[in-house]
């Protein structure tokens, strides 16, 4: 189950169900099946929050993923800045919702096991982020 909730924001204007869809197909290239995955869109505000509080990092981000994952079966809690996605949307010069998706899906990359600090793993994620930006 995906579900999709706001705090402080506004629901951004995409399809839910093409991205439910999307993530399911996106988790099955991995071998993974999708459990409980909770989408928290949110402002700067509630990120740093969230940030401070469980990670005890004291700076904004676009998102952060909380694994509970469980075998095969995908599972967590994404917080996802959407003051933030635009930001970087801008700095970028790309579309706001093109950067949404990437966003929305690195977080599920996060939960199939594609890491993105270490030597050599941006890169990983970036071509991981691209191809499942090309099936949606």
Known sequence: ?????????EMPAIDLEKVRTWVKAVAAT???????????????EKILEVNREYLQHDYY????????????????DLFISLDT??????????????????????????LCGINDKGPGE?????????KALLLL
Request: net charge negative; charged share 25%; hydrophobic share 35%.
């Open 61 to 76: 981000t676009d998102i952060i993923t909380f694994d509970y994952c469980e075998g095969n079966r995908l599972s967590g």
């Open 1 to 9: 189950m995906i579900t999709f909730q706001t705090e402080h924001i």
């Open 122 to 130: 941006r890169e990983i994620m970036e071509a991981a982020e691209n």
């Open 85 to 110: 996605v635009r930001s970087n949307a801008e700095m970028l010069d790309t579309n706001y919702y093109t950067e949404l998706h990437r966003v929305i899906i690195h977080g599920v990359l996060h």
């Open 30 to 44: 991995y071998g993974k099946r999708v459990g409980k995955i909770s989408y928290f869109f949110c402002n700067d």
